[in-house]
């Protein structure tokens, strides 16, 4: 199997189903995103120390491939059968969230990204993420979307900036609070 088929040199592309759709459709733009994303996972991944954070990693990389098939899958074809997102998946998130959380200082203000390199990669995985659900919540306004995929994105996003702040902890980095500039 060739990686290239030409089939888009004109700047469509086809969905799971045989539907072809221009190249920056806003579907493409939210499965592309969460593609974007899974990369950014990727790299995360590659800088985690703890291996059952790789693992939780991991497994999310997975679920961002059943969620681009998803989103990948033309919604007027009813006999194309996507991969599932399952309630467990975004109870896994909660769970994973509620324990680094319990190992966190709370949080009491805003905090800037940064400080150590991990830290930087959640926070920008988290901004992608972010993007990732706009789009999709775009698409949902004009064909409708699983409910489920959207709060899959919301909730990862959130996980990412709790993991953003564990990963901190265990570097032993000093968050920065963003402290607003007062009007002169």
Same mark, same amino acid.
């Given at each position: 199997?060739?990686?290239?088929?030409?089939?888009? #040199?004109?700047?469509?592309?086809?969905? !799971?189903?045989?539907?072809?759709?221009?190249?920056?459709?806003?579907?493409?733009? &939210? *499965?592309?995103?969460?593609?974007?994303?899974?990369?950014?996972?990727?790299?995360? $991944?590659?800088?985690?120390? %703890? &291996?059952?954070?790789?693992?939780?990693?991991?497994?999310?990389? =997975? $679920?961002? !491939?059943?969620?681009?098939? @998803?989103? &990948?899958?033309?919604?007027?074809?009813?006999?194309?059968?996507?991969?599932?997102?399952?309630?467990? #998946?975004?109870?896994?998130?909660?769970? %994973?969230?509620?324990?680094?959380?319990?190992?966190? %200082?709370?949080?009491? =203000? !805003? @905090?800037?990204?940064?400080?150590?390199?991990?830290? =930087?990669?959640?926070?920008? &995985?988290?901004?992608?993420?972010?993007?990732?659900?706009?789009?999709?919540?775009?698409? #949902?306004?004009?064909?409708?979307?699983?409910?489920?995929? @959207?709060?899959?994105?919301?909730?990862?996003?959130? *996980?990412?900036?709790?993991?953003?702040?564990?990963?901190?902890?265990? %570097?032993?980095?000093?968050?920065?609070?963003?402290?607003?500039?007062?009007?002169?």
């Amino acid at each position: 199997m060739k990686v290239y088929t030409k089939t888009g #040199d004109k700047g469509t592309t086809a969905l !799971f189903g045989g539907a072809r759709v221009p190249k920056n459709h806003i579907r493409i733009e &939210a *499965y592309g995103t969460v593609d974007e994303l899974n990369s950014q996972l990727g790299l995360l $991944r590659d800088h985690t120390k %703890e &291996a059952a954070l790789r693992a939780t990693l991991k497994e999310i990389q =997975s $679920r961002l !491939f059943t969620v681009g098939a @998803i989103l &990948a899958t033309d919604p007027s074809k009813k006999n194309v059968q996507a991969p599932d997102l399952r309630t467990s #998946d975004v109870v896994m998130l909660e769970n %994973e969230i509620d324990q680094m959380e319990q190992k966190v %200082e709370p949080l009491r =203000s !805003f @905090i800037l990204p940064g400080g150590h390199p991990v830290v =930087s990669y959640c926070h920008i &995985a988290r901004c992608v993420c972010r993007r990732a659900e706009r789009q999709t919540v775009h698409l #949902d306004h004009l064909q409708s979307v699983q409910p489920l995929v @959207i709060q899959y994105l919301n909730r990862l996003s959130d *996980y990412l900036f709790v993991l953003a702040r564990y990963i901190a902890k265990i %570097e032993q980095v000093e968050e920065v609070v963003w402290t607003a500039r007062k009007s002169s």
